[in-house]
């Protein structure tokens, strides 16, 4: 009933992001204010959909789906598989899964090319004696989130060439992996590396957690001949912070769900996802493949060009508007000032952000001036934003 109420509020006051949840903090009041009891400090986040800040602001729609769930018992199989199979629909895969995160699909992901469906092997994970159990890698691609993988009791082969690649192919490959937000930094990029697994007969798992928008990267993987693709639930598609979502091949996919919940004596059984992550997740998708995605890109430029208007009145500082290549995709802000002249460092800036009222969060850079996400603000908040800005900055 809440839920609704502050739906049908947001839907008849917001033009953008109509159903995003409540115009302000001071306009969603709460029945229990959660958060102020606990003494956990709230703030406007103008950085990222990270996971340590909770991640993104879920829409009223998630939101309500979540709820629905919550109240209804079902069996979590036949959840899991008509979910599955819309959003396989959506995506243009031929299957879909949800996971708790984009980290457990590359864990599940890995763990069904060293198992299929051989459910004792399933059952020996991370023991991988017997399995296929290499993965290879290019060296540049190594990253934190391989930790992952490495869960699944694999060995990193790392190679830099095609040559190197193909010779480091033998009977114990299990898998190619691809980080495509280094896809620049590698000599292979994503064409061949994919042509090669293909070539090869060995799947290739592409992570692009970060990399939606734009849109198109859903089907890039799969149209170059990824066999699974790893996407997160919480950041560009704003949906829950504890989903992800693996697709891709339907036998893998198959072979993924064998290693997960509600399997117990399984590699993923602690990266459990229930009917509300399901359903949430499912409306994640639902309503970012309806979305204009135009029509945000032009929001996320007046919110840019909103913070630069106000700070280009502050004598000695610039601003320019900047769009990371891959991993968040999206315009951002980025303010230059002379340290010396203001007497403020970029880190004294943040600590100011963060430490004021309210506090706002920016990204953790400093190395080139003060950088802001402004894809994560709700409706109104870039105006407050602007404002602590230019106080921040006149005061130095
Ligand atoms: C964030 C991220 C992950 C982990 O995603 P979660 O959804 O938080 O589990 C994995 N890989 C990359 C490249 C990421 O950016």
């Keep these: 009933m809440l839920l609704r109420r502050m739906f049908l509020r947001a839907k008849l006051s917001l033009p953008f992001f109509a159903s995003q949840l409540g115009t302000s903090r001071a306009a969603t009041k709460p029945r229990r204010d959660f958060f102020h009891e606990l003494g956990v400090g709230q703030f406007i986040n103008a950085a990222e959909p990270f996971t340590a800040l909770s991640g993104a602001p879920l829409s009223a729609e998630v939101a309500e789906a979540w709820q629905y769930a919550a109240g209804r018992s079902v069996r979590l199989d036949q959840v899991h598989d008509a979910v599955g199979k819309r959003i396989a629909g959506l995506i243009g895969s031929e299957a879909a899964m949800v996971t708790a995160g984009a980290a457990s699909a590359l864990t599940l992901g890995t763990a069904a090319c060293l198992t299929g469906m051989d459910r004792d092997k399933v059952r020996r994970l991370p023991d991988t004696s017997g399995m296929k159990s290499e993965v290879i890698i290019q060296r540049s691609h190594r990253y934190g989130y391989d930790h992952a993988v490495r869960n699944c009791g694999i060995r990193y082969v790392e190679v830099e060439t095609v040559e190197e690649l193909e010779r480091a192919i033998g009977p114990g490959?299990?898998?190619?992996?691809?980080?495509?937000?280094?896809?620049?930094?590698?000599?292979?990029?994503?064409?061949?590396?994919?042509?090669?697994?293909?070539?090869?007969?060995?799947?290739?798992?592409?992570?692009?957690?970060?990399?939606?928008?734009p849109l198109s990267n859903f089907s890039r993987s799969l149209k170059l001949g990824c066999d699974l693709v790893a996407v997160s639930g919480g950041k560009g598609l704003m949906g829950p912070q504890s989903c992800g979502l693996l697709y891709g091949k339907a036998g893998l996919i198959k072979a993924a769900r064998l290693n997960g919940p509600p399997n117990s004596d399984a590699i993923g059984r602690g990266q459990k996802v229930n009917k509300e992550e399901l359903l949430a997740m499912m409306v994640t998708l639902e309503s970012y493949f309806q979305r204009d995605h135009d029509t945000d890109w032009r929001e996320w430029e007046r919110r840019v060009n909103a913070v630069r208007k106000a700070v280009s009145a502050i004598a000695g500082v610039t601003s320019e508007i900047f769009v990371p290549e891959i991993h968040y995709r999206c315009p951002h802000v980025r303010i230059k000032w002379s340290e010396e002249k203001l007497g403020l460092s970029v880190a004294g800036a943040i600590k100011k952000l963060r430490e004021g009222e309210p506090s706002i969060e920016v990204r953790p850079n400093t190395s080139e001036g003060l950088e802001l996400g402004v894809w994560m603000l709700r409706p109104g908040e870039v105006e407050i934003v602007a404002r602590r800005l230019t106080e921040v900055l006149r005061k130095g």
Excluded: Q
């Design 173 to 213: 490959t299990a898998m190619l992996h691809f980080f495509n937000t280094n896809e620049p930094l590698g000599h292979i990029k994503l064409p061949e590396f994919a042509k090669l697994g293909n070539k090869h007969g060995i799947p290739v798992l592409n992570d692009i957690a970060a990399d939606v928008p």
